[in-house]
């Protein structure tokens, strides 16, 4: 194979999503302004997310990991437009959504919706299920007549679980796996194609976790949803993902296959983010490698220089301190952004 047709079959491999992405986003950028005193000076620059790329493609879960702090709530915030967008792309079933107004978005909306991580707070406490899972309905005009709006609200209910006569009991009555289901129901409401999921089991008990990434991945097949997941809980990422992306500092440091990358991760930070998992095997872990993150996580208000995670890695070199490497696909098909892949 010439260079180049090695090169293309990488790229191949690392981008399933390349013939019809629903989800392409093309160095997006999200950065806050930091500012001081009364007059509100601008004194520097949060880069929250900072030149992030990726394609989701249809009906696959693509995960995002990476340390408190690292963007993955902004980058999910983003990409519904519920967060203003520095620079860059998104598109959404083909259509550029970067820079619509919210009329615009409000036919789009319908079909990106949010997982939220907190099912406590984020159901209204003063309505009963059955008009927290129609709510989206009624707010696009899309009730229909009292007993199709009813039938739709207990079609919901069936798919996710939840018994018809808990319709018209309120959220405290129900237990935290339970009032996710609940919230997954009103997400469906509007037959989305994407689901933003950001921490959506980070908040329950260990038991109920399995229970609701069960049942998304069940929801996932029956009704053929792609998902953008976010956790940082790794065997729940491990469990659910076809790809993951690791972020550190606002930029993505690799993008794989799920089994390529927990079974061999090659950037630094993937290697010591996965090393500090604990493995159930004692003889797997007596005979690990034990690596260590150095250090804590610098502040994104003032990343390092070149490779944000050279302070911290094993295999830190004088390059690394100047010269931020670029996210590239390498020959086993996964993108790699480090200076020692190249
Ligand atoms: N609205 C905002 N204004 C200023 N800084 C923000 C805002 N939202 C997030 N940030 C900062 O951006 C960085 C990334 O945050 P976030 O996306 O929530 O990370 P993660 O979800 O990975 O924990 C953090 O340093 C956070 O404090
Ligand atoms: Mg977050």
């Given at each position: 194979m010439s260079e180049s047709a090695v090169a293309q079959a990488a790229t191949a491999a690392a981008d399933p999503a390349a013939g019809d992405p629903l989800l392409q986003v093309d160095d997006l950028k999200v950065h806050f302004p930091v500012t001081e005193g009364l007059l509100k000076r601008q004194v520097g620059t949060i880069k929250a997310v900072d030149g992030v790329s990726f394609k989701l493609a249809r009906g696959e879960t693509f995960s995002l990991v990476g340390e408190s702090g690292c963007g993955k709530?902004?980058?999910?915030?983003?990409?519904?437009?519920?967060?203003?967008?520095?620079?860059?792309?998104?598109?959404?079933?083909?259509?550029?959504?970067?820079?619509?107004?919210?009329?615009?978005?409000?036919?789009?909306?319908?079909?990106?919706?949010?997982?939220?991580?907190?099912p406590f707070g984020s159901?209204?406490?003063?309505?009963?299920?059955s008009a927290i899972i129609g709510e989206p309905l009624v707010i696009?005009?899309?009730?229909?007549?009292?007993?199709?709006?009813?039938?739709?609200?207990?079609?919901?209910?069936?798919?996710?679980?939840?018994?018809?006569?808990?319709?018209?009991?309120?959220?405290?009555?129900?237990s935290g796996g339970q009032r996710q289901r609940i919230g997954i129901a009103r997400s469906l409401a509007l037959d989305p194609s994407l689901l933003v999921c950001?921490?959506?089991?980070?908040?329950l008990d260990v038991s109920i976790q399995a229970q609701v990434v069960n049942?998304?991945?069940?929801?996932?097949?029956?009704?053929?949803?792609?998902?953008?997941?976010?956790?940082?809980?790794l065997s729940v990422v491990r469990h659910i993902s076809n790809r993951v992306a690791v972020m550190y500092l606002g930029r993505i440091v690799e993008i794989a296959d799920r089994d390529v990358l927990f079974n061999a991760p090659k950037h630094p930070y993937t290697e010591a983010l996965l090393a500090a998992v604990p493995v159930a095997n004692p003889e797997i872990e007596a005979n690990?490698?034990?690596?260590?993150?150095?250090?804590?996580?610098?502040?994104?208000?003032?990343?390092?220089?070149?490779?944000?995670?050279?302070?911290?890695?094993?295999?830190?070199?004088?390059?690394?301190?100047?010269?931020?490497?670029?996210?590239?696909?390498?020959?086993?098909?996964?993108?790699?952004?480090?200076?020692?892949?190249?």
């Amino acid at each position: 194979m010439s260079e180049s047709a090695v090169a293309q079959a990488a790229t191949a491999a690392a981008d399933p999503a390349a013939g019809d992405p629903l989800l392409q986003v093309d160095d997006l950028k999200v950065h806050f302004p930091v500012t001081e005193g009364l007059l509100k000076r601008q004194v520097g620059t949060i880069k929250a997310v900072d030149g992030v790329s990726f394609k989701l493609a249809r009906g696959e879960t693509f995960s995002l990991v990476g340390e408190s702090g690292c963007g993955k709530s902004t980058t999910a915030l983003a990409v519904l437009r519920m967060q203003t967008v520095t620079a860059g792309r998104i598109l959404f079933e083909g259509v550029d959504v970067t820079h619509h107004s919210a009329a615009r978005m409000r036919p789009i909306r319908r079909r990106m919706q949010m997982v939220y991580q907190d099912p406590f707070g984020s159901l209204n406490p003063r309505m009963k299920v059955s008009a927290i899972i129609g709510e989206p309905l009624v707010i696009h005009g899309l009730a229909g007549d009292r007993e199709a709006h009813r039938a739709r609200i207990r079609e919901l209910m069936a798919l996710v679980g939840l018994l018809p006569d808990m319709a018209d009991r309120y959220p405290h009555e129900f237990s935290g796996g339970q009032r996710q289901r609940i919230g997954i129901a009103r997400s469906l409401a509007l037959d989305p194609s994407l689901l933003v999921c950001d921490e959506p089991v980070s908040a329950l008990d260990v038991s109920i976790q399995a229970q609701v990434v069960n049942l998304m991945m069940d929801l996932q097949r029956r009704l053929g949803l792609t998902y953008l997941f976010i956790a940082h809980d790794l065997s729940v990422v491990r469990h659910i993902s076809n790809r993951v992306a690791v972020m550190y500092l606002g930029r993505i440091v690799e993008i794989a296959d799920r089994d390529v990358l927990f079974n061999a991760p090659k950037h630094p930070y993937t290697e010591a983010l996965l090393a500090a998992v604990p493995v159930a095997n004692p003889e797997i872990e007596a005979n690990r490698a034990q690596q260590i993150i150095k250090g804590e996580v610098p502040s994104v208000r003032n990343p390092p220089s070149g490779c944000h995670f050279h302070p911290r890695c094993v295999h830190a070199m004088p390059r690394c301190r100047v010269e931020s490497p670029a996210l590239r696909p390498r020959d086993d098909g996964r993108l790699i952004a480090c200076h020692l892949y190249d």
